[in-house]
């Protein structure tokens, strides 16, 4: 290898978060050729992950990196989601069975390829969804990198999105229980754009169950709840208020 080479190499290498991921179409932007890489690949200092996508060679990999790497170097509309956003937020953790998930929010329908390998610390739970016509996001600093996150009020609604197939009922109003500070402006602009009736009215009602002082500032009359009765569960409670019926444990639970 000459020195050249080595010097590029040695520049790219510190340009990687740890733990995180190279993409070949943005170092061939950077004036890295399919060459170049092959050779690096074929040296030991980069592995290949899946086509297009590499990461240091020996490097335990991160979700998170990885998922900051692919929202510097690609600029794909990726963020932390639901439950994950939460925790990056510093409210409830979620302890799923198994290996953590990181949920992500994306505007594709497939999930990439590199995040299907089951080398990284969290496994991928991509989803789409068009119920939130306002995607509020906000950039968190972890390590030595940036990621976008959905804002705290935007990620519990996701939650709700999400249930039950991903989360539980009560699991969520237990996370709602610990959301004190939420801010009422937010709430209000995003269940005002939100066209998910079942989110809107599942999420006031675990708000005006948790009694917060911030739901009182919540302004019913400019917020499209619908007429139309909503069953989220068999044999559960009827909540005529909202016209939903909910699971008998989440309807007692005090």
């Known amino acids: 290898m000459n020195i050249e080479t080595k010097s590029k190499i040695n520049s790219l290498l510190m340009k990687i978060h740890s733990g995180g991921l190279l993409f070949s179409e943005s170092l061939k932007k950077q004036g890295y050729s399919d060459q170049l890489m092959k050779q690096y690949r074929k040296s030991g200092w980069l592995t290949s992950l899946s086509k297009g996508v590499m990461y240091r060679s020996g490097d335990s990999l991160s979700a998170l990196a990885a998922l900051a790497s692919c929202q510097e170097q690609t600029g794909k509309q990726y963020r932390v989601a639901a439950h994950s956003a939460l925790e990056l937020s510093g409210y409830y953790h979620f302890v799923p069975m198994g290996k953590p998930q990181l949920m992500v929010a994306s505007n594709e329908q497939k999930t990439p390829q590199w995040a299907k390998s089951d080398l990284f610390d969290m496994t991928f739970d991509f989803f789409t969804t068009s119920a939130f016509s306002l995607i509020q996001e906000q950039t968190i600093k972890l390590n030595n990198y940036n990621i976008k996150a959905s804002i705290p009020e935007l990620a519990f609604m996701e939650c709700l999105l999400l249930a039950p197939s991903r989360y539980s009922y009560m699991?969520?109003?237990?996370?709602?229980?610990?959301?004190?500070?939420?801010?009422?402006?937010?709430?209000?602009?995003?269940?005002?754009?939100?066209?998910?009736?079942?989110?809107?009215?599942?999420?006031?009602?675990?708000?005006?169950?948790?009694?917060?002082?911030?739901?009182?500032?919540?302004?019913?009359?400019?917020?499209?709840?619908?007429?139309?009765?909503?069953?989220?569960?068999?044999g559960g409670v009827y909540i005529s208020k909202y016209k939903i019926t909910i699971p008998r444990e989440l309807a007692e639970y005090e």
């Open 171 to 234: 699991d969520l109003y237990y996370i709602m229980e610990q959301l004190t500070a939420l801010r009422p402006a937010k709430v209000q602009q995003l269940l005002e754009a939100t066209n998910n009736l079942s989110v809107k009215r599942l999420f006031l009602y675990m708000a005006e169950k948790a009694n917060y002082p911030w739901f009182q500032a919540i302004d019913f009359d400019r917020i499209n709840l619908g007429t139309s009765k909503i069953q989220l569960c068999k």
